[in-house]
């Protein structure tokens, strides 16, 4: 039988569903996401490590999990808050049920919680902290908590998902040193089927010892949190540029900015989600992009730095992509590769190589 839980916000909301697991109290960051599918690469992207994601899509979990399907090594998510989890998922490659992946990687689930009243508050008074619980006696402290929660991902979250150590992946004839900043395996699968050998570094890797890799190109990964937090990135980005070509994407994107000098404004409830139009400002082409972030490059900061604005979001007019007019450089906020599945954006990663 299921508990009844509740998710407690940090501006006193409360919002009441049922614990469809074993978690018992859980504190995040609330956020939302519009995808429809894709629940299994949500859960597993190091870009939403330490966020509770609350799913506007009312069913959730159909097709179960398998490890081929996830974005890291596992759940990377405090939480997960939905409208319905199927009760009976079919598909021919699940290996396990959402719920059960969710119980063994300890990670709380409220559902029938009314998603669409949840998301508008998010929308409205934008993104805060949150903790789900089991019981809601003790409001105040609740509300204290959440408050707290939001506060603690302020600071650098990318050392908890960045690798340990240098690895080596494919064997192909250009090499791609992979700042490793929270990356997606989708990135280096989308290297490696274009002929390139990708040498994955932690993301404390000095510049000095990225260049003795000797590589073709440097990427900067997607990753979590807020980009000034991680100023050992920001400080590998500059003194890269200029000596090898650059791709940075999603917080990669925002370290390339910074370290050229352009500063960052967090949105007041981030892009997230698989249906982020996106306009390339040179051909006025729209493509359809993936996304999970909640800052973007200041509008007001870019003069001066050498970047021009290559492609804009239709929804906000945020700045989604940029490149050097000088420099071998460029960055976009979305992820290119779409994984899993097809992506339209994937020539991002051939006019990368082409600066070799």
């Known amino acids: ?10 501006n ?11 978690c018992l109290l859980a504190g995040g960051e609330v956020v939302f996401t519009t995808a429809m599918i894709s629940y299994q690469d949500i859960i597993t992207d190091p ?21 081929k399907s996830y974005a890291s090594r596992g759940a990377m998510v405090k939480g997960l808050v939905l409208r319905e989890a199927t009760d009976f ?34 929308r409205n008074e934008g993104i805060m902290g949150g903790v789900i619980t089991a019981d809601i006696s003790h409001k105040d402290w609740l509300v204290e908590k959440a408050r707290k929660e939001a506060e603690e991902l302020k600071g650098d979250l990318v050392k908890y998902v960045s690798r340990r150590n240098i690895m080596k992946f494919g064997a192909g004839k250009k090499r791609v040193v992979l700042l490793d900043l ?15 050998e990708v040498v994955a570094v932690p993301a404390d890797t000095g510049w000095d010892e990225i260049l003795n890799l000797n590589p073709d190109g440097v990427f900067i990964s997607d990753g979590p949190g807020d980009p000034s937090a991680v100023p050992y990135a920001i400080n590998t980005c500059r003194e890269v540029l200029g000596k090898k070509p650059v791709f940075g994407i999603g917080l990669g994107h925002q370290i390339l900015a910074l370290a050229l000098g352009a500063g960052i404004n967090k949105l007041p409830f981030g ?4 249906n982020q139009p996106v306009k390339d400002m040179k051909n006025g082409r729209v493509y359809i992009t993936t996304q999970n972030h909640g800052y973007c490059i200041d509008e007001k900061t870019i003069d001066g730095t050498g970047l021009q ?8 007019n945020t700045i989604e992509a940029v490149e050097h007019e000088k420099m071998p450089a460029f960055s976009v906020q979305f992820d290119p590769e779409g994984y899993p599945g097809y992506s339209e954006t994937g020539f991002l990663f051939e006019k990368f190589i082409s600066m070799f």
């Not at 870009?47 to 490890?67: A, K």
């Not at 997606?184 to 290297?191: A, C, E, L, P, Y």
């Not at 604005?309 to 906000?316: G, H, K």
């Open 1 to 10: 039988m299921m508990k009844k839980g509740y998710l407690v916000l940090e």
């Open 12 to 22: 006193g909301r409360v919002f009441t569903g049922k614990l469809l697991n074993d």
């Open 47 to 67: 870009s939403y490590y330490g966020q509770i994601v609350v799913m506007t899509y009312p069913l959730v979990g159909n097709v179960g999990l398998n490890e």
């Open 89 to 122: 998922p079919s598909h021919y490659e699940m290996e396990t049920d959402l719920i059960s992946f969710l119980n063994k990687s300890e990670v709380a689930v409220l559902t029938e919680v009314d998603t669409r009243a949840l998301t508008r508050v998010l």
């Open 182 to 196: 929270g990356t997606k395996r989708g990135v280096i699968d989308s290297f490696i089927r274009r002929g390139c």
């Open 271 to 274: 892009h997230r989600g698989g």
């Open 309 to 316: 604005v290559t492609m804009r979001n239709l929804n906000d």
